[in-house]
């Protein structure tokens, strides 16, 4: 199969292409397409999707859904004060009040990493749950 370790193909590879043949840059170009469309299903579009569901659910909030910040607090939405820029709202600037024990945040709508529940009442019920198994 190899001449001195050197594959067969390798020669063929190194020879100058015929004259009056056709371009050599037909096959590298297809391939390069190529690698861009794979790259765009792979990586790029499922990103977009992400993106845009998370911001689907960051315009959906509403009050007592339980979210996660994107510094790591847990928290319960108690109000959300919309503005308006522009005279149109960008409803990622919206500033939102968050309840977490004792304390209370306002954060940007944007700081909001996850949505974790849509209330909160399910989340008080796992916890008496836990407190009457024990």
């Known amino acids: 199969m190899s001449i ?3 594959p067969l193909a390798v020669p063929f590879l190194l020879q100058a292409p015929a004259a009056g043949g056709g371009s050599s840059l037909a096959p590298i170009a297809i391939q390069f397409i190529l690698i861009i469309a794979i790259i765009y299903f792979i ?3 499922p990103q977009q999707k992400q993106r845009k569901k998370h911001e689907e659910s960051l315009k959906a909030l509403k009050r ?3 979210v996660v910040t994107s510094g790591g607090v847990i928290a319960t939405i108690v109000h ?3 503005s ?5 709202a960008n409803r990622l600037d919206d500033r939102v009040t968050i309840k977490s024990d004792e304390s209370r945040f306002v954060v940007e709508r944007r700081a909001i990493q996850r949505v974790l529940s849509g209330t909160a009442a399910p989340a008080t019920k796992d916890s ?3 407190t009457s198994a024990t």
């Open 64 to 66: 007592g859904d339980e």
């Open 4 to 6: 001195l370790g050197m």
């Open 84 to 88: 308006a820029k522009d005279g149109g």
């Open 43 to 45: 990586m790029i579009r």
């Open 128 to 130: 008496s749950t836990s």
């Open 80 to 82: 959300i004060k919309e």
